[in-house]
């Protein structure tokens, strides 16, 4: 699939639910979320269904993400269905890790090839602090089972705030040098609980490069799979790398091949903005095939040449970052 600018879209990031175990400051209020009806949520066979008419369409890769994925109840039977796609190669997990060490075995037999693991600090305080009462033990056992299960690769998400966890850029780098770790450093973005955002507490990659290029010997490099928006270094005479995503400082639009589906079936085009198309509404309706297809088409074809953050802000009507899958 080809979108307006020509860029080849090949990628769908599903949210299989708005819920979560963690109510991470920036991305969650304290009281959690309004929650949806179980029947506003896409079934499991909905969503296979979406997927395999996205997969005639050209989507090759899927990302299970949310709120948080693993609190969606039998996750295993869903990349069991998917990962069995003629045309999916590729099905990963963006997850908070807590329920990981628990359900790794299952995803894995059921098809899953690698899983992204968010952690924003290495400290136990600041883990509880910022997670408004998570264990970072829980976290750290995620880390762990993911490598003894042999994913590969395996990414750590980790959101740089200013003042918060800037003074540990070294630590997570000190991780990727002895741990085969993929340390991602995630510009702060303005979705979400945008009252905690502000523009100085942005880290800016290049600066974060900076600190680390004093202290390691960085090549640029790839990983084995899944590089995505990320520049990978590898840290020279370590097992793993470090890798910046940079959406505020460098956006990387015209490199973007995503699409986005909803936990209540909207499809679309960006994060940030543009149109929604109501893919579950279509399924429920018994609309052919050619239906979601135009729907498909058409959301593609709304597809921005690149997003407004940190210009305009967050709508206060749009949804929120755990609502469209981060
Ligand atoms: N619950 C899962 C998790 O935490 O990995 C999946 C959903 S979460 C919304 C996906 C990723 O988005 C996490 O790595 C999280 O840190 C990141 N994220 C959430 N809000 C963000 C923001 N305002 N700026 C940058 N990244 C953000
Ligand atoms: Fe939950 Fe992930 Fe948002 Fe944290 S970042 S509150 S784990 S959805």
């Known amino acids: 699939m080809l979108d307006r600018l020509e860029r080849e879209i090949n990628y769908l990031r599903i949210s299989v639910t708005d819920r979560c175990n963690l109510r991470c400051r920036y991305c969650m209020p304290p009281e959690g979320i309004f929650l949806k009806e179980h029947r506003d949520i896409l079934s499991f066979e909905e969503i296979e269904k979406i997927v395999r008419i996205g997969a005639e369409l050209g989507i090759r890769k899927i990302r299970l993400t949310g709120g948080e994925p693993l609190i969606r109840r039998n996750l295993p039977d869903l990349v069991y ?179 986005r589906l909803t936990a209540d079936g909207k499809l679309r085009a960006c994060l940030y903005g543009g149109k929604e198309q109501d893919l579950k509404e279509a399924l429920r309706n018994n609309q052919p095939t050619e239906e979601i297809k135009r729907i498909f088409t058409e959301t593609l074809l709304s597809k921005p040449e690149r997003h407004a953050m940190g210009e305009k802000p967050w709508g206060t009507r749009d949804r929120k970052m755990f609502q469209i899958g981060g």
């Not at 959101?159 to 070294?170: A, C, M, Q, R, Y």
């Open 81 to 259: 269905k998917i990962s069995r796609i003629e045309g999916i190669d590729d099905v990963a997990i963006t997850t908070n890790g807590i329920l990981f060490p628990a359900l790794a075995a299952p995803l894995k037999e059921a098809g899953l090839n690698r899983v992204n693991i968010s952690l924003d600090t290495l400290q136990k305080d600041r883990y509880h602090y910022i997670t408004r009462g998570g264990d970072i033990t829980a976290a750290f056992k995620a880390l762990e089972t993911a490598l003894a299960e042999g994913m590969e690769p395996v990414k750590v998400n980790t959101v740089l705030i200013k003042g918060f966890n800037d003074d540990e850029i070294l630590d997570f780098c000190r991780l990727a040098f002895d741990q085969p770790l993929h340390i991602r450093f995630i510009e702060f973005m303005p979705v979400g609980e945008v009252k905690y955002w502000h523009r100085e507490s942005m880290v800016r990659n290049s600066d974060v490069l900076s600190t680390v290029s004093k202290h390691y010997v960085l090549k640029p490099g790839k990983i084995s799979r899944g590089n995505g928006p990320a520049k990978y270094f590898v840290l020279e005479g370590g097992k793993g790398s470090i890798g910046f995503i940079s959406p505020m400082s460098n956006h990387f639009c015209s490199e973007c091949n995503r699409l």
